[in-house]
T-cell receptor, first 112, second 117 residues
Framework: GDSVTQMEGPVTLSEEAFLTINCTYTATGYPSLFWYVQYPGEGLQLLLK?????DKGSNKGFEATYRKETTSFHLEKGSVQVSDSAVYFC???????????FGKGTRLSVIA | GAVVSQHPSRVICKSGTSVKIECRSLDFQATTMFWYRQFPKKSLMLMAT?????????EQGVEKDKFLINHASLTLSTLTVTSAHPEDSSFYIC?????????????FGQGTRLTVV
């Protein structure tokens, strides 16, 4: 079945550091790819998405590119802030009527 | 984007009692809703998929008689944890799809933290 693998956390960075969270996937078809963010005590919020190869999703300074050749969707941000501290989940979906398949999540802590 | 409201956000109940969690799509019709469970510092585990007007499909290992799911309308799905025990304490999250924009996107509720004492 489909699966998502993302780098283990936790990740601790200083403010303004560069962030990369790796995510790779396996899927039989051509899924859509997502990054969700979960702030402490809250539910999941969609951060960005890409629906086909070479698409780049971006939001709030975060970006990720759908790489079909490497089956990857790595999350990057050039300069993190303390407010970016959260858990980040990579996920894929074949369609809106199938459940998302999540990675295990990566906890990011940004210190001032 | 579309809004999914989940209620309550926190609940504490005694062992042996039942708890109902509601998941509502506020501005779209949700043909499919998913219920997930999240253990501390772990990813989300899909519990079941519910389609409006039909029985939920449960994932392997999830007790359907313990976690009752009802999706009676296109805007409401409920998860009832029956005869709750401390090991049922967890964070439960629903998501809904079927919104007009982006059929591949699911929208999440805020989650419910259940504590069974």
């Amino acid at each position: 079945g489909d699966s998502v693998t993302q780098m283990e956390g936790p990740v601790t960075l200083s403010e303004e550091a560069f962030l990369t969270i790796n995510c790779t996937y396996t899927a039989t078809g051509y899924p859509s790819l997502f990054w969700y963010v979960q702030y402490p005590g809250e539910g999941l919020q969609l951060l960005l998405k890409a629906t086909k190869a070479d698409d780049k999703g971006s939001n709030k300074g975060f970006e990720a590119t759908y790489r079909k050749e490497t089956t990857s969707f790595h999350l990057e941000k050039g300069s993190v802030q303390v407010s970016d501290s959260a858990v980040y989940f990579c996920a894929l979906s074949d369609s809106g009527n199938t459940p998302l398949v999540f990675g295990k999540g990566t906890r990011l802590s940004v210190i001032a | 984007g579309a809004v999914v409201s989940q209620h309550p956000s926190r609940v504490i109940c005694k062992s042996g009692t039942s708890v109902k969690i509601e998941c509502r799509s506020l501005d779209f019709q949700a043909t499919t809703m998913f219920w997930y469970r999240q253990f501390p510092k772990k990813s989300l585990m899909l519990m079941a998929t519910s389609n409006e007007g039909s029985k939920a499909t449960y994932e392997q290992g999830v007790e359907k008689d313990k976690f009752l799911i009802n999706h009676a309308s296109l805007t409401l799905s409920t998860l009832t944890v029956t005869s709750a025990h401390p090991e049922d304490s967890s964070f439960y999250i629903c998501s809904a799809s079927g919104a007009g924009e982006g059929t591949d996107e699911a929208f999440f509720g805020q989650g419910t933290r259940l504590t069974v004492v």
